[in-house]
């Protein structure tokens, strides 16, 4: 019997290419698997399905993984407010782990011999995939044919053609990647350090133009509320939010960061609601938290986001800062006001029962309520004696 291996498989040219050539030239029993991150509707998962099995693989699944996404790694990324870089939601280096590990998996379920992945040998899926399948299944064997063979877009096409492949074969002008944290965009322009994407390179169009105001309600940390409605479903209060504010255009920028490999990467990206969601979730910490606790969590988060983008999810030490990350967020409830505009939105307050700019303790720049003026000149006394020391022994 031909030994069984798990495709990561999108129904591009890679996995395409990965399916023919596992099944005609290394004559695997190939198990084809999509993993649904919020990147394809009912519609296009049954365009994949078909494509799959016109390839001849031996089964086909799509596995819907958008709530276990949001409860074991998006949530965190809220909490601790991870942007990286100060710009970037991690919108594909999150959902790629969360892929790999549901693949892994998949390939533990039927008992695969080998799992393979279309990614080639120029960019950080490569590591995040095979450091998740080295991790969870060790001994299952990784195939990457694009990467192993160095296979340029043009030996593929040949391949395929070959074995009588029907699909379009012709380069998109740029290269999409949606899921439910944001979606990336790629082309000629983020090839070069100067050039911005032109309009019609975003997925979304900008259709609204009208100003809007929103209310997002926040729950130990957690958006559970836009306007006056509730959701039960935490992934259906981000894919609300994100329809109603990306046609505004909010959220489209470009990410410079430091690739896993070592080298510098560009990549476009539109993601209104992870922005707006961590911005707001942001102002309403800095109401809620003490100075000590946003400091702490800004220090982790930073790690925390990094070490993900690197494909270090499964790291013991990124559930010890999860830990604390939750418990930072028992008082983080309360409203945010949020205005929609074209291109840009506004943080304009928040109402929270915990809010610490409380005024019964006095009012900042106005009053005091709680100490005396002798109060603090003794404390500013105290506070300031060692640099008052310090310069008096060096005054020369």
């Known amino acids: 019997m031909n030994k069984k291996i798990v495709l990561a498989f999108s129904g591009g040219l890679d996995t395409t290419y990965c399916a023919i050539y596992l099944k005609k030239i290394k004559h695997y029993e190939v198990h084809a698997i999509t993993v649904n991150t919020g990147g394809f509707n009912k519609d296009e998962v049954e365009a994949i399905k078909r494509h799959a099995e016109s390839l001849g693989v031996a089964s086909y699944t799509c596995i819907d993984v958008m709530g276990k996404y949001y409860d074991s790694c998006i949530k965190y990324l809220i909490f601790g407010n991870v942007l990286k870089n ?20 998949y390939a533990q379920e039927i008992n695969a011999d080998a799992v393979a992945h279309g990614s080639t040998g120029a960019g950080n899926d490569q590591v995040r995939f095979d450091m998740v399948f080295q991790t969870m299944i060790p001994e299952v064997e990784i195939v990457t044919p694009i990467r192993d063979l160095k296979l340029s877009r043009e030996a593929e096409i040949n391949f395929l053609k070959e074995y009588n492949v029907q699909m379009n074969f012709e380069k998109a002008a740029y290269s999409i990647n949606k899921g439910l944290w944001g979606t990336s965009v790629g082309g000629k322009e983020t090839l070069t350090s100067k050039d911005y994407l032109p309009d019609d390179a975003w997925p979304t169009a900008v259709t609204s133009t009208e100003e809007k105001q929103l209310t997002l309600q926040f729950q130990e940390g957690e958006l559970i509320g836009i306007n006056d409605k509730k959701f ?34 560009r990549v476009g ?22 100075k000590n606790q946003l400091y702490w969590k800004d220090q982790l988060s930073t790690w925390y986001g990094n070490w993900l983008h690197e494909g270090q999810l499964l790291d013991p030490t990124m559930r010890n800062i999860e830990s604390f990350l939750t418990d930072t967020q028992k008082n983080v409830s309360g409203k945010v006001f949020v205005t929609l505009l074209p291109y840009r939105f506004l943080l304009t307050g928040i109402e929270s029962e915990n809010d610490l700019m409380n005024n019964k303790f006095g009012s900042y720049g106005e009053m005091n309520k709680s100490w005396t003026g002798d ?4 404390f500013a006394k105290i506070f300031g004696n060692q640099n008052t020391i310090y310069h008096l022994t060096h005054s020369k």
């Open 86 to 105: 100060a710009t970037y939601p991690l919108s594909v280096s999150a959902e790629r782990m969360i892929q790999a590990i549901t693949v892994a998996e």
């Open 232 to 265: 039960a479903n935490k992934v259906e209060a981000i894919q609300v939010l994100q329809s109603i504010a990306q046609p505004y255009g909010i959220g489209r920028d470009i990410h410079v960061g430091d690739t896993i490999i070592g080298i510098k990467g």
């Open 269 to 290: 990206f539109e993601a209104a609601a992870p922005i707006i969601i961590i911005k707001a979730h942001h102002l309403l910490e800095k109401h809620t938290l003490t």
């Open 375 to 378: 109060d603090v000149k003794g």
